[in-house]
């Protein structure tokens, strides 16, 4: 299997430097390119082919969330991590909603950092806790003066609500295996089948449609 390629977008060339020699410790990482700023992030995806890029949010010439939103529509198979010392409530829906996978903070560890690449290679979606607890949130507050939807025919069953419940939470798959005592690939079988009863495409969106059924 080959290693996963990978796009650095940061202004910040010291931040570039440090990410860089981080991510040269995992033995399936390799970054192919890195960019100052949105603008050179799209001219380097297509030379580079990178898979996965890690996104600042804050950059001159292009911003991190414009630059996400073209990227997907430029080249829907690179999936976008935003990487920020930025939380603000505004900022976290913008990146999501301008298509990116994940949401990681700077200052997350190493091993979340890890797993949060090694997730949008394999087309996962992956929040920090505080960021999922705050979608979530937002999405609930929203939902409340919003026409309830039908629970769907083919209803969860129990084990895939506790499965839900730890995605919404922003447990990774690694997680919810050690939390539930399923094995990992039991987990993923698992989120298969919410996916589909839910109609969602992401982790993400199958926890927010589930909040918005009531059944978290």
């Keep these: 299997m080959g290693r996963i390629r990978i796009l650095l977008v940061d202004d910040?060339?010291?931040?570039?430097?440090?990410?860089?020699?981080?991510?040269?410790t995992q033995p399936d990482f390799e970054v192919v390119g890195e960019a100052a700023n949105g603008e050179e992030a799209l001219r380097l995806s297509t030379t580079c082919h990178p898979e996965v890029?890690?996104?600042?949010?804050?950059?001159?010439?292009?911003?991190?969330?414009?630059?996400?939103?073209?990227?997907?529509?430029?080249?829907?198979?690179?999936?976008?991590?935003?990487?920020?010392?930025?939380?603000?409530?505004?900022?976290?829906?913008?990146?999501?909603r301008a298509g990116a996978l994940g949401y990681l903070l700077k200052d997350a560890s190493s091993a979340k950092l890890f797993e949060a690449v090694r997730a949008a290679a394999r087309g996962e979606?992956?929040?920090?806790?505080?960021?999922?607890?705050?979608?979530?949130?937002?999405?609930?507050?929203?939902?409340?003066n919003a026409p309830r939807a039908e629970v769907p025919a083919e209803a969860l069953s129990d084990r895939e609500l506790a499965v839900l419940r730890l995605?919404?939470?922003?447990?990774?798959?690694?997680?919810?295996?050690?939390?539930?005592?399923?094995?990992?690939?039991?987990?993923?079988?698992?989120?298969?089948?919410?996916?589909?009863?839910?109609?969602?495409?992401?982790?993400?969106?199958?926890?927010l449609k589930a909040r918005n059924l009531g059944l978290l």
């Design 12 to 24: 910040q060339a010291m931040f570039r430097e440090g990410l860089r020699t981080l991510l040269a």
């Design 53 to 96: 890029a890690l996104m600042d949010l804050r950059m001159p010439v292009l911003d991190g969330v414009a630059a996400t939103r073209r990227l997907r529509a430029l080249h829907p198979e690179v999936r976008v991590i935003i990487l920020t010392t930025f939380d603000d409530d505004e900022d976290i829906f913008e990146g999501l």
């Design 125 to 144: 979606s992956f929040l920090q806790p505080s960021v999922a607890a705050k979608v979530v949130a937002e999405f609930a507050r929203l939902a409340e």
């Design 167 to 207: 995605v919404a939470q922003g447990a990774s798959n690694k997680e919810i295996a050690l939390a539930l005592f399923i094995a990992e690939g039991t987990v993923k079988n698992h989120l298969t089948n919410i996916l589909t009863k839910l109609d969602a495409r992401d982790r993400t969106q199958a926890a």
